[in-house]
Nanobody, 120 residues
Framework: QVQLVESGGGLVQPGGSLRLSCAASGSIFSINFMGWYRQAPGKERELVATITGGGFAKYGDSVKGRVTISKDNAKSTVFLQMNSLKPEDTAVYYC??????????????WGQGTQVTVSS
């Protein structure tokens, strides 16, 4: 089994910053990609940012230029630095891991989500 432990959400004022972390553990042979998605009330889940095992980063259009994703390979941890936050960034942020098992099966795992609220 794989576990994803998310941290760093909370309440921040518009224009502020937050840093989210997601640590993966368990039966992971190799990582395809790891990253963050978000879902606001009444909206579909959308991409925030992902990063591959090789370090290639992909960002959602709504956050480009304001967020940076990075990773610590040794700790199977991904970080999301979010700056210049706007009220429309308010959502539950979910960590996602796509990985290969030792038997070469590709699997998907999601975290439980962490709330980010941007409000004055």
């Amino acid at each position: 089994q794989v576990q994803l432990v998310e941290s760093g959400g909370g309440l921040v004022q518009p224009g502020g910053s937050l840093r989210l972390s997601c640590a993966a553990s368990g039966s992971i042979f190799s990582i395809n990609f790891m990253g963050w998605y978000r879902q606001a009330p009444g909206k579909e889940r959308e991409l925030v940012a992902t990063i591959t095992g090789g370090g290639f980063a992909k960002y959602g259009d709504s956050v480009k230029g304001r967020v940076t994703i990075s990773k610590d390979n040794a700790k199977s941890t991904v970080f999301l630095q979010m700056n210049s936050l706007k009220p429309e960034d308010t959502a539950v942020y979910y960590c996602r891991l796509r990985f290969y098992t030792i038997s070469n099966h590709e699997e998907d795992s999601w975290g439980q989500g962490t709330q980010v609220t941007v409000s004055s």
